[in-house]
């Protein structure tokens, strides 16, 4: 396990979105949750957040930390805290994506 953090931290970070409809995202270490509406992505510069509709994991390349995303892309951003557990035990993002 190790030896593929250390692959993925090598790895720039970028964003790629063509015609708000493809998303190719590099530099991912791990996909946290995601649903049609919302990805939350750890990558090498962060928590990114990508809201969208219709969104589709395409492809994901886990030794290389690619992405591939399909569907109507609103918006992203990146959350500057790591998940932390709250007086009751649960993690922010927990409670993110009830």
């Known amino acids: 396990m190790e030896m593929k ?3 993925i931290g090598n790895y720039n970070h970028s964003i790629n979105l063509t015609e708000r ?3 190719l995202i590099t530099g991912v270490k791990k996909i ?3 649903d049609n509406e919302e990805f939350l992505l750890e990558t090498t510069m962060g928590f990114l957040v990508v809201k969208g509709e219709e969104l589709e994991l395409i492809k994901l390349d886990t030794v ?3 992405v591939s995303i399909k569907g109507l892309v609103k918006g992203f951003s990146y959350m500057e805290d790591t ?3 709250d007086k009751d035990g649960t993690s922010v993002f927990s409670r993110l994506f009830k």
Do not use: H, R, V, Y
Request: net charge positive; hydrophobic share 25%; aromatic share 6%.
């Open 5 to 7: 953090e250390a692959i």
């Open 21 to 23: 409809k493809n998303l």
């Open 32 to 34: 946290e949750n995601f």
């Open 64 to 66: 290389s930390g690619n």
């Open 83 to 85: 998940p932390k557990k």
